[in-house]
């Protein structure tokens, strides 16, 4: 090796082939199946690391993510954005929109590959409060949606209940009936455009309420809106602006709200009964 340059490419080169050999010999043993892998990310999963940090903070601690991916990209058909919930609190709204976010930036020009949020309804093992309890309404009515609005195509509900009988998640309804409210605008969603005024970790650190925009045209909009920072019997106005139009959308309390705006006139989208 002539210098740190060469070195380091030469160790992320052979780093990534420990991921992109098994992907390369699977598309070979199965030509036609859509391959990808679990585990190094784009933006590798990250709280703390975007939590109250800037844009050059969190690219800083997340440089070697992309270092060690431009070899994986190459060997997968999508991309998975893991953003399992850790903890009870309104910053896991913004968690999970920072992080599918984060990766949807990066593959930006990496040939222009699908991007699929991997959920799981129950809080991580990890917190050792709470491990593996279900997740509180207000977080599984957003991260069945959220994903949508942040760059991802699809999401993966994961579970694993080995001694489990009945009904293993009796949110699963509540996930169900929010991931309804986009299921008749799929069309739609998958060729709109994010179109965002300010990041998710520059509302996360402000403590102001999510706003992510879906553009479908310079007069149709789908908006996701949340104040998770308020208490359920509150209710919050918020001015958006639709391209050249402002429109008035109400949030209430914790809820993640889905608004269609269409030349103005807005409606919202409601839960499934």
Known sequence: MKNRAEFKDAYYREWGSWYALPCQWAKEAYPKTPIGIYGPQPFKRDYWGVAGKNAQQIDGTHKTDADLWKYINPSVDFVIASIYCFYDNPGSIYYMASNVEENFRRLSGQG???????LWMRYHNSNKKLKCAELDDYLVEAMAVLPYFCGAQGVVLWGWEPKGTGLYY?????????LKRVEKFSEKIGRAQPMNDEPVHVLWKAKKPLVRKLRVSESEWLVL??????ADIEKTELK????ATEVSLAVRGKHTEIYHVVNGSVMRIEMAE
């Open 112 to 118: 222009n590959k699908p991007l699929y949020a991997y």
């Open 240 to 243: 958006v602006k639709c391209g």
């Open 170 to 178: 009796h949110k699963l309804p509540l996930f169900m009936n929010s």
């Open 225 to 230: 809106a949340s104040n998770p920072w308020q």
